[in-house]
C-alpha cells in the first residue's frame, strides 16, 4: 500500500527567508505520480505540480522548485524568498497507475502548515 | 470553463439526521473522486466513479455512506444516519479517463463542510 509522510506538521519563517517543506513515499509500484497541492484559508486545493516516477528532473516555476530523488523517495518543495501570501498549508501526494490505466485516488500526507511572518 | 461544482458549501445537521451532497465535475471529465477531510489531516479517498461505475469503493464506509452517479456525469454522496464523528469537508474531484488526455491531473471542487451536532 502507498503511504505519503510529511514530518514537518508546521514550519513558521520570516518572510523573504527560504523554505523547504519535505515529503517521503512509499510505493510498491513502478509507475507512479507525485504531486504538491496548496490549501489556502479558503479551503479549496489548489494544484501545484505533478510529477512522474520516470522524470527525475528537477522543476523550477518562480519562486517555487521540486526536487524528486527517486534513491530517497522523496519530492521536496522549495520556496525561495518567501511572501505572506504564500502562508497555506501544502500537501504532498502520491498516485498509483490503475489497472485500466488512468490513476488511482490519491494518497495524501497530513500537509504541513506553512506560515510566513512579515 | 467551470471548475468542479459542488453544494451545499456548509451544512448543519443535527447527529442522525440524513446528509446529501452534491457534486458536478469538470464538463467531460470521466472520472469523478469523492475525498473526505478531517480537520488537520489530509483528503482521504471514499470512492473513485469511472462513468456511472464505482471502480473503487474499498474505503467508503458502506454501513452509512452511498453514493450514486447514475448517468455519468453528476454524483451525489450521502450519510444516513449521520454521526458526530463524520464532522468533516468533503471533497469532489474529477479527471479525464486514460485516453480522453491527461488522466493524472485531477481538479477539485470547493467543499462541502459538514458539522454535526
Known amino acids: ?118 | 470553463e467551470a471548475g468542479v461544482v459542488q453544494s451545499p458549501r456548509y451544512k448543519i445537521i443535527e447527529k442522525k439526521q440524513p446528509v446529501a451532497f452534491w457534486c458536478n465535475p469538470i464538463s467531460g471529465h470521466n472520472t469523478l473522486y469523492w475525498y473526505l477531510q478531517n480537520l488537520g489531516q489530509g483528503p482521504e479517498l471514499l470512492i473513485r466513479y469511472e462513468n456511472e461505475e464505482a471502480v473503487d469503493d474499498s474505503q467508503l464506509p458502506k454501513d452509512r455512506f452511498s453514493a450514486e452517479r447514475l448517468k455519468g456525469v453528476d454524483s451525489t454522496l450521502k450519510i444516513q444516519p449521520a454521526e458526530l464523528g463524520d464532522s468533516a469537508v468533503y471533497l469532489c474531484a474529477s479527471s479525464m479517463s486514460p485516453g480522453q488526455g491527461d488522466s493524472n491531473e485531477q481538479f477539485f471542487g470547493p467543499g462541502t463542510r459538514l458539522t454535526v451536532l
Open chain 1, 1 to 118: 500500500a502507498q503511504k505519503v509522510t510529511q514530518a514537518q506538521t508546521e514550519i513558521s519563517v520570516v518572510e523573504k527567508e527560504d523554505v523547504t517543506l519535505d515529503c517521503v513515499y512509499e510505493t510498491r509500484d513502478t509507475t507512479y505520480y507525485l504531486f504538491w497541492y496548496k490549501q489556502p484559508p479558503s479551503g479549496e486545493l489548489v494544484f501545484l505540480i505533478r510529477r512522474n516516477s520516470f522524470d527525475e528532473q528537477n522543476e523550477i516555476s518562480g519562486r517555487y522548485s521540486w526536487n524528486f530523488q527517486k534513491s530517497t523517495s522523496s519530492f521536496n518543495f522549495t520556496i525561495t524568498a518567501s511572501q505572506v501570501v504564500d502562508s497555506a498549508v501544502y500537501f504532498c501526494a502520491l498516485s498509483e497507475e490503475s489497472s485500466g490505466g488512468g490513476a488511482d485516488g490519491l494518497t495524501f500526507g497530513k500537509g504541513t502548515h506553512l506560515i510566513i511572518q512579515p
